[in-house]
């Protein structure tokens, strides 16, 4: 039995007529109304920021990235976040991958360079979110 806020979203959710719900946000109570409904769902269900060195899932051309997380997959990605940083690409790319790692710490031990620090830093933020296989979403419907 739903009662309060329940009940209006129920309401709510029976107004609109869908046929299937996606719920990505609020999943628990947007659950609990369409399973009074009978209405099938489906979940969507993801932190990209766990896996995801760039925090989105996403390459560098905003496509769902199907490659696993590594100092040189994902530095496309990263830099595309970071002031200034697709122009260093082509000389970070150049870089060989544990020298990129080493001058990230050293730049993490000093006062912070505008500019600088974030773009030398990037191997070293790869580096501490790297997976171990693929990056996937996960959906879950029921």
């Not at 905003?62 to 830099?79: E, H, M, Q, R, Y």
Request: glycine share 8%; proline share 6%.
């Amino acid at each position: 039995m739903l009662e309060g806020d329940l009940l209006e979203l129920r309401n709510f959710i029976k107004e609109i007529k869908p046929t299937i719900v996606h719920l990505h946000g609020f999943k628990a109570p947007f659950s609990l109304a369409r399973k009074s409904l009978g209405i099938p769902c489906i979940v969507t269900a993801h932190h990209g920021g766990l896996v995801c060195p760039a925090g989105a899932l996403l390459n560098s051309k905003d496509k769902i990235c199907t490659v696993a997380a590594s100092g040189n997959n994902c530095l496309p990605c990263v830099l595309k976040n970071v002031k200034g940083g697709t122009f260093t690409f082509p000389l970070q790319k150049l870089t060989p991958f544990k020298l990129r790692l080493v001058i990230g710490k050293v730049f993490n031990k000093i006062p912070f360079i505008y500019y600088v620090t974030p773009i030398v830093t990037t191997t070293v933020s790869i580096e501490n979110k790297k997976g171990n296989g693929k990056i996937f979403i996960i959906v879950q419907a029921y």
